[in-house]
């Protein structure tokens, strides 16, 4: 398992799936940006929480955009499970009998790969070979290099949330990336607040053990980032 700590920061900006939408992700930065520049500090973090990718039409600008850190803040992308079935294609292409149901489509139509036959279950090497002539290298290294979880004193974050009764040290990978109702229906305290997306709410949600920031950009064209100073927590939203 990939993980990285930090001490906790005087705030942290932790924005949800944003799926491809790399216009709501431009307006959320100068979001951010204007929140920074009217409330100074000097230790401060950007995380994104994965799902970067699918279903929204424009996956490519999003890494791009990504890639260059826009945020005024230093910055740590962690991986969604797009990202996983992503991979996972480029090296065994049958991937893409589901992905193609979850938003691949859109992904592999960013990248200009003509889907004509994947739309049909046909040709998928033919497809994820040429998803990976059209990819940059600096969008492979983006992929390869993107982090599973981020603890801070005070909150864990990760993609979709974590197993009840394991530690947090110990998540699997497969849970972090997809688990679902086992961890949205536990009211178990797991010794941080788990910051996660994954599950689309129509209003970012604060539990008494997570903090949901999946606003389901990708549909309702709302994007959202929560800001975390303390116990204090307060969301931001590009629409």
Known sequence: MIRCSVSDRARIYAIGDIHGRVDLLRRLVRAIEADFRDSPTADCLTVTLGDYIDRGPNSRGVIELLIQNPFPTPYVALKGNHEALLERFLVEPIVAKDWRYCGGLETLQSYGVDVHHVMRGRHYDAAAE??????????????????????????????????????LSAQSEDDLLWIREDFLGSRVKFGKIIVHGH????EPEIQV????????????????CAVLE?????????I
């Open 209 to 224: 053990n997570r903090v949901n920031v999946d606003t389901g950009a990708f549909i309702t064209g709302r994007l959202t």
């Open 130 to 167: 040429a998803l990976a002539a059209a990819m940059p290298s600096s969008h492979l290294g983006f992929l390869q290099n993107l982090r599973l979880s981020l603890a801070s004193d005070r909150y864990f974050f990760c993609h979709a949330g974590v197993r009840p009764g394991t530690p």
């Open 199 to 202: 599950s689309p709410v129509a």
């Open 230 to 238: 303390g116990e204090r927590i307060r969301f931001l939203s590009a």
